[in-house]
């Protein structure tokens, strides 16, 4: 495939009870210019063979299986063999709504926008609450005045709901060193070092689902 737009990545430990559900929302998107890759990272379950099947469906999936490393290092991985212009994170027990790739394109065609931030939303059990403050809906700010908002908690930012290119990301990845807040430390150093404009859309496409032992669990959220 050529003149990828989008990569869409997921590492995947353990997640067979709910990694079919994540892919569809992916391969459900109303626009269909991105490539899917996957990422087992050591998984006991029956994940490899579950996203093994999905390859085999479609060509826009790309299977990489290895040794447990932990999340950083797999989402770095899913950076370095990214194809897309842009790139997306994605955890392997979450879903995001079919529109969301559509949506993201119309808005990156302003050459001058380099990251697309969105709303979310959190399920855990069930309690559910909505992540996005209208307040700052279709909104464009600097890397820096976005790093003020989000500091004083007025825009909330998961690593899963935004978008952003891949150019900007040099010297840039997820630390290895660290086992907890590996997101935020990311995403402070993103704002920190690079000068860039966000676009910020409050619509909630992404779903967060808290999961006992997931990796999303680790993902801080002010």
Do not use: W
């Amino acid at each position: 495939m050529n003149n990828i737009k989008f990569s869409i990545i997921i590492p995947c430990y353990n997640v067979e009870k709910y990694i079919s559900k994540t892919i569809e929302s992916a391969l459900n998107q109303t626009f269909d210019n991105f490539e899917l890759i996957l990422i087992n990272d050591g998984s006991k379950d029956k994940t490899k063979e579950i996203i093994e099947f999905y390859e085999k469906q479609d060509k826009r999936i790309k299977v990489i299986n290895k040794v447990n490393e932990g999340v950083s290092k797999t989402r770095n991985l899913g950076i370095e063999l990214a194809k897309g212009e842009y790139l997306y994170f994605l955890d392997g027990d979450d879903c995001i709504e079919n529109n969301l790739l559509e949506d993201a394109n119309l808005i990156l065609k302003n050459k001058k926008i380099d990251m697309f931030s969105f709303g979310f939303d959190i399920k855990s059990g069930k309690s559910f609450r909505n992540c996005s403050n209208n307040k700052y809906d279709k909104k464009l700010f600097t890397s820096k005045e976005f790093l003020k908002y989000f500091l004083r908690r007025k825009i909330n930012q998961s690593i899963c709901s935004l978008i952003l290119k891949k150019d900007i990301l040099k010297e840039i990845n997820f630390s290895i060193e660290l086992t907890t807040g590996e997101d935020l430390d990311f995403l402070m150093r993103l704002l920190l070092e690079k000068d860039f404009y966000i676009y910020r859309k409050s619509f909630s496409y992404f779903h967060y689902m808290v999961r006992e032992n997931s990796a999303t669990t680790r993902k801080i959220i002010p």
